[in-house]
């Protein structure tokens, strides 16, 4: 279940056209489970109509201060106090400067005025052509509002409407979506810093050929995607997938177990948390060919010999920063039977204080999982559901032995 589900949500629209973008976002909203009430300023109805906003949303629109829908006629304070967040998106060069000067000649600005601030967040995602946007009135105003505590997103950077390139374009409603989860996730892991591995590997067996696995790395992005959500800094070791990158995460592209080794060592935190979800390859060629192996017609196939690639995870375990309880080792297992003992024996012989058991066969490749957490006192399982679902659980469980839990 998304943080964002039950929340309420008045999803402001200023003038610009990344409007149709607010559109989208409108929808992902509600089917992450939020109510939403859209407001719109008069130069946003230039660019998106108030049904097609309404028909998304399911709620009438606001477009006026003088509306008599309102018993009180007083929709600005209406609006507000029902409000988990209000969410300005797009917000323009021009609403911004209205909102650092307090400016209230229209619902929108006047509703974000009389916010009560300590309650309701106001979060904004700039949408302008890149001169606008860097212009330093605006980066002026930008600051200005982030010391009011006004969240400002990030821009975009790319291909903008006017046919210029550059920053100021309005993030992807994907972005903002990821964005505002973050917002209303506790922050468990603040400060911290976190090392994830995910993937398979590849371990070539000439230059077109290779021994691979059929883990997705769905399960480590996720996991990775809920560290950065709780505050930590993550960075992502990723095998050969074709995953979005999280948000946020740095992720460092690998292919071989041997290439996985040397990026987790050249990365990993001298505090912090290591959790090693890859399925990496036991074995690898003992002699990769240099050029593609050929079929000779004599019938005779290749003799292939293997040996054995490092143990990444049992290598970072036996590290002085673990050894000393400053790095704190999670493993994975995938199993295919008896995952309580197998999990329990590999824990012991990886000598990780927590090891993630789950059925290989059956999540390879899933979006839902289920997992054993098997550590010394014996094993807990997060029942099955969504592969995000059950990296935001770990998480908290891996902040509560870390002690930093507040959840
Ligand atoms: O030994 P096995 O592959 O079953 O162990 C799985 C756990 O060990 C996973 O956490 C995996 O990421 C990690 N591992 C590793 N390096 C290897 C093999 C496994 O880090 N060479």
Request: with cysteine; glycine share 8%; aromatic share 4%.
């Amino acid at each position: 279940m998304s943080t964002l589900a039950g929340k309420h949500i008045v999803l402001g629209l200023s003038g610009g056209i990344a409007a149709y973008k607010s559109a989208e976002l409108c929808r992902a909203l509600v089917k992450a489970g939020c109510t939403v009430q859209v407001v719109m300023t008069e130069a946003a109805e230039q660019f998106m109509t108030a049904v097609t906003l309404q028909a998304l949303s399911g709620r009438p629109v606001y477009t006026s201060q003088w509306d008599p829908r309102e018993a009180n006629n007083m929709a600005h304070i209406n609006l507000s106090r029902e409000a988990d967040a209000i969410v300005v998106a797009p917000a323009s060069a021009d609403f911004m400067s209205k909102l650092l000067h307090g400016g209230a000649d229209e619902l929108l600005s006047l509703m974000c005025l009389a916010r009560p601030i300590e309650q309701v967040p106001l979060i904004v995602a700039p949408a302008m052509n890149r001169e606008m946007w860097s212009n330093p009135a605006t980066q002026r105003n930008v600051a200005q509002l982030k010391v009011d505590g006004i969240h400002v997103l990030d821009v975009g950077q790319g291909d903008q409407a006017c046919g210029e390139t550059g920053d100021g374009r309005m993030l992807e409603a994907e972005d903002i979506l990821e964005d505002l989860e973050g917002f209303f996730t506790s922050k468990v892991l603040a400060g911290k810093q976190v090392l994830v591995t995910a993937g398979p590997t590849y371990e070539a067996i000439d230059p077109v050929r290779g021994i691979t696995n059929l883990s997705s790395g769905k399960m480590g992005f996720a996991i990775a995607r809920a560290a950065r959500m709780a505050g930590a800094d993550v960075t992502l070791i990723a095998g050969p997938v074709s995953l979005a990158t999280p948000r946020g995460v740095k992720r460092v592209n690998v292919r071989s177990a041997r290439d996985m080794l040397q990026a987790v060592l050249d990365h990993v935190p001298e505090r912090g948390v290591f959790i090693a979800t890859a399925a990496v390859a036991d074995w690898r060629a003992a002699n990769s060919a240099e050029q593609k192996i050929k079929k000779d017609g004599s019938g005779q196939t290749p003799v292939l010999s293997f040996v054995e690639n490092p143990d990444i995870l049992a290598t970072l375990a036996q590290s002085v920063a673990a050894q000393k309880g400053a790095l704190f080792c999670v493993g994975f297992a995938a199993e295919s039977h008896d995952l309580l003992a197998h999990a329990t024996a590999k824990r012991a012989r990886k000598q990780v204080p927590l090891l993630v058991g789950n059925i290989g066969p059956a999540t390879f490749g899933q979006d839902d999982n289920a997992l054993l957490l098997v550590d010394a006192q014996g094993a807990r399982e997060l029942p099955h559901a969504s592969k995000q679902v059950l990296a935001v659980q770990l998480i908290e469980d891996i902040a509560r032995r870390m002690g930093g839990a507040q959840a």
